[in-house]
């Protein structure tokens, strides 16, 4: 899925060539084919989108794989400040189902603004969405309340797997 945004973002690039004449643009072309460090680099939005695509695909990947260590390890420090670890970790095995281990499927990355991102998401039967924050050059999880109860309400715990 990740690839897949990559390569729409990458087709939606527009194509430019260079206005100069035939002459100037055939120097180009040998310009850049003799200094291999002269080829253009990602657009700074598309390395962006695919920071934040990466870090919600983790993060759905942990909760799919049962890592609530981990998972907790990638929430802003705001949050990991508000609810601590053993806490988290605990209320979300108790939460754990069959269902946890499906993987989640991203269906789109979005700046809000910046240094805010939403990540919507499908797992199995379930939608929903999660809020990223770039925090010290990595863009890390900002949970809403559920999410941060381990997924479930106290009406919902279940006993561990």
């Known amino acids: 899925m990740k690839r897949l945004w ?84 605990r209320q979300s095995t108790a939460c754990a189902t069959s269902a946890a281990a499906k993987p989640y499927q991203i269906i789109a990355v979005q700046n809000i603004s910046t240094g805010i991102a939403r990540a919507v998401w499908v797992h199995g039967e379930q939608s929903g969405d999660l809020i990223l924050r770039r925090e010290e050059a990595t863009w890390s999880v900002e949970p809403f309340a559920k999410d941060a109860a381990g997924g479930c309400t106290a009406d919902e715990t279940r006993a561990p797997r």
Not at 14 to 32: E, F, I, N, R, Y
Not at 34 to 48: E, F, I, N, Y
Not at 62 to 76: I, P, V
């Open 6 to 89: 990559i390569i729409l973002a990458l087709m939606a690039l527009p194509l430019t060539g260079c206005q100069a004449s035939p002459h100037d643009h055939h120097d180009h072309h040998v310009s850049m084919s003799t200094h291999p460090s002269a080829a253009p680099s990602p657009s700074p939005d598309l390395a962006v989108q695919a920071q934040m695509e990466a870090a919600a695909g983790s993060y759905l990947d942990l909760l799919s794989a049962g890592d609530w260590t981990a998972a907790w390890q990638m929430w802003t420090s705001s949050a990991r400040s508000r609810i601590p670890q053993q806490a988290f970790v």
